[in-house]
C-alpha cells in the first residue's frame, strides 16, 4: 500500500515507466496525430467552436481554467500559427492574463455545442491591445478591449469519449441541479460577504443580462 496526500492507495503511479506497465504505449495514428499549425480543418473547426476552454499556468506552477464562450467563430485563425482570442468583460480578476506574464504557455480545447469531438491547441500567449484587431473581433457592435494572442506549437483533433460518457449533448440524461448552488450563494459564503441575498442575487443577475460586452 502506498499513502498519497493521506489517502492509503494500492500504489502510486509516479513514473512514466510505471504508467506503461500498466496502460501500453497507444497506436501509431493516435501519436502521430499532432500537428504544428493550423490547416483547413482546424480552421473550420475553430471556425464553428462558440466555446472554448483556456488553461494557463502562474510561474510558479498554479494553474488556472477558464471558459471564454462568443457566438461561433470567435476566435480568429490570424495565420496558420497565429490565433486571437477576444476578451470579454468579466470579474476583472485576469488571472489568465496575469498568468502569461509570468509564463507564456497556454492551452485551448475548442467546443462546439451538440458536437463530440473537441480539438486542442497549445502554444505560447501574449496579451495585446489593437484597435484593428479589436474591431475585428467585435461582437453586438462592441469591439474586444484586449486580445490574447496565441503562437501555435501543437494542433491535435481529440476522441468523442469523454462527452458520450458524460451524456453532455443528450438533455434527458443531465442531472438534476435544483440543489447546485447558485453564483451568488458562493460569492456569499466563500467571499464572507456582508450584502444580503438578494442583493448579491440581483447584483449577479444585472451583470450576466447588461455586461456581456
Not at 26 to 39: L, R
Not at 43 to 61: E, H, K, P, Q, Y
Not at 62 to 68: G, M, V
Amino acid at each position: 500500500m502506498d499513502e498519497v496526500f493521506g489517502q492509503q492507495v494500492d500504489l502510486h503511479v509516479d513514473t512514466a515507466e510505471t504508467l506503461r506497465e500498466l496502460e501500453p504505449l497507444p497506436s501509431h495514428w493516435v501519436n502521430s496525430k499532432d500537428i504544428g499549425h493550423v490547416d483547413d480543418l482546424s480552421r473550420r473547426f475553430i471556425a464553428a467552436s462558440s466555446l472554448v476552454v483556456l488553461s494557463t499556468s502562474r510561474s510558479d506552477g498554479e494553474l488556472n481554467l477558464t471558459p471564454r464562450g462568443d457566438p461561433a467563430g470567435f476566435v480568429k485563425v490570424l495565420n496558420d500559427r497565429l490565433l486571437a482570442v477576444p476578451d470579454r468583460p468579466g470579474n476583472k480578476r485576469m488571472d489568465a492574463f496575469n498568468d502569461v506574464f509570468g509564463n507564456p504557455n497556454v492551452g485551448l480545447i475548442f467546443i462546439i455545442p451538440g458536437h463530440r469531438d473537441t480539438l486542442r491547441v497549445t502554444g505560447q500567449g501574449a496579451v495585446v491591445k489593437d484597435a484593428a484587431l479589436g474591431e475585428k473581433l467585435a461582437v453586438n457592435g462592441r469591439p474586444a478591449e484586449l486580445v490574447l494572442l496565441v503562437r501555435v506549437q501543437r494542433v491535435l483533433c481529440h476522441c468523442p469519449k469523454a462527452f458520450i460518457r458524460g451524456k453532455v449533448w443528450q438533455p434527458e440524461d443531465w442531472p438534476d441541479t435544483s440543489d447546485v448552488p447558485t453564483l451568488a450563494e458562493m460569492l456569499k459564503v466563500h467571499g464572507a460577504m456582508a450584502e444580503a441575498m438578494d442583493e448579491i442575487e440581483a447584483g449577479t443577475k444585472d451583470d450576466r443580462e447588461n455586461n456581456l460586452y
